[in-house]
């Protein structure tokens, strides 16, 4: 029997813009959706997930469900610490859990998941995972997949 | 015993913009919560829960939950109708479920729903709807709102 | 010797969003961007070089410079009245001028001015209009060309 | 006789995200007033002239004119590194010209200018720099500012 590969996490940490915040100085909720790209995108690039790797294989991975509950608002000028989780599946999707902590005081401001499917190049939905999906797998099964440990500032901009 | 008051719903009409696909055509998935705000603040303004009239009482209502399915994708040019049902609660909340159909066929693009909270002008969580709502949910009951029925363009652009 | 034929204008209307302004309930100076897309997009449409013209064609009409004026802030909730103006040109390219009003007291807000070049297929500049384009020139030199006079409500949201 | 002070100028690093591009893998004309704005701000922070310190003294610094030119397209995956440089003013406004370079090869995409004003707290326009200004402004004429000299990742996400 084996047991199910452990989530691969990545932080990214980010500042609250300026014109993200709204007119009580909270960020408005819409903005929360490209903070957790931001962390899936920044994981995805280090295990060979990124949007990159689907497009050069032709594949495509459309977010077909989302899911963010909203604790306690991020400020203007906060900084944010984004983890993005991708937890292991049996079946061709990806999940990936996300938690949005105020970096000062490491407060859990928001959580939130993602789901997403799979499909082939000729847009039909895959039934199983395609082969390089398969060896990220394998690596990760192995627990060869060594993801950052550390917070890094965003990548994106 | 009172039968619960049926929804109170509003459908707005937008194009898809250019910049909001991406490189597959297709709209990116953050943009559909502005969609939904849209349709919501457009019935708000209808039946007296606007972001104004929250402001007015000096009410905040932050989105403390929000989910949706995408089941096929929005793309460039479509036109969406997008309803925004405002379903009764007996607890100082605002739960909004939502619908995005392509205009041209009715076709069911994506589901979603909101929960807002209430929060006192000092910030403490409203554990009963203040009076300005309680004489909007006073009108719901004895069925006196009456809400545009066809479809109109959004007034946001 | 002939006249410049006058320029060809559109007007839509639309109300500037919550998540548009910022924390002094004034419109973030890049919104504006979008605003004046959607008045040119709009005007696009009815005169034949709307984005789906140009995807159809396989030209491209990409933006080389943008100048935007800023006179008086835009505020949350106010209703704008964004005019495009399609300015003759000699030589392949486009230049639009924009105004936006107020919609409440017509206070001119904004100025703006935008210049497209033409790109063909294979990405080079276009010397020449492309006869597509030419065709609508020819109904523009002939005054044939009719645009809505009146301020239609945005069709983007 | 006293020369003008050189400019102060500070370079972010950022890479372009997937929602950032258009269906033909270029950024949107639009998402480049929020890059200038990224690194505007972090030079900003630096020099003791950000956002903060402005709303910290109760002035604000609206934007009153905006220009940009697009010589080549950014696309998706690119890195950039966007160079804000505030100029000298002998009359109270900021002016910063910016430069916009795929990081890869160095290659000039865009430049850029904006202009802004200052107004009192009572929102009428200030005639001469306030005293948190002048105080910046004295450290700047005796080339007492530091700015990091070596491009940084941009702190927004």
Same mark, same amino acid.
């Given at each position: 029997?084996?047991?199910?590969?452990?989530?691969?996490?990545?932080?990214?940490?980010?500042?609250?813009?300026?014109?993200?915040?709204?007119?009580?100085?909270?960020?408005?909720?819409? $903005?929360?959706?490209? /903070?957790?790209?931001?962390?899936?995108?920044?994981?995805?690039?280090?295990?060979?997930?990124?949007?990159?790797?689907?497009?050069?294989?032709?594949?495509?991975?459309?977010?077909?469900?989302?899911?963010?509950?909203?604790?306690?608002?991020?400020?203007?000028?906060?900084?944010?610490?984004?983890?993005?989780?991708?937890?292991?599946?049996?079946?061709?999707?990806?999940?990936?859990? /996300?938690?949005?902590?105020?970096?000062?005081?490491?407060?859990?401001?928001?959580?939130?998941?993602?789901?997403?499917?799979?499909?082939?190049?000729?847009?039909?939905?895959?039934?199983?995972?395609?082969?390089?999906?398969?060896?990220?797998?394998?690596?990760?099964?192995? $627990?060869?997949?060594?993801?950052?440990?550390?917070?890094?500032?965003?990548?994106?901009?």
């Amino acid at each position: 029997m084996t047991a199910t590969p452990p989530p691969l996490s990545h932080t990214v940490r980010l500042t609250v813009r300026f014109k993200e915040s709204d007119l009580l100085g909270i960020v408005w909720h819409g $903005n929360y959706v490209t /903070y957790l790209e931001d962390a899936r995108q920044a994981l995805g690039v280090q295990i060979g997930l990124s949007y990159e790797d689907f497009m050069r294989q032709r594949f495509a991975a459309p977010i077909v469900d989302l899911r963010l509950q909203y604790k306690r608002p991020a400020k203007y000028g906060d900084k944010l610490d984004v983890t993005a989780s991708l937890v292991w599946q049996e079946v061709p999707k990806f999940v990936h859990r /996300y938690e949005i902590r105020r970096s000062s005081d490491s407060e859990l401001l928001t959580t939130a998941e993602t789901t997403q499917v799979l499909l082939h190049p000729d847009g039909s939905l895959a039934l199983n995972f395609p082969p390089f999906v398969e060896a990220v797998r394998e690596r990760w099964r192995r $627990n060869e997949i060594k993801v950052a440990g550390k917070t890094e500032t965003s990548p994106f901009g």
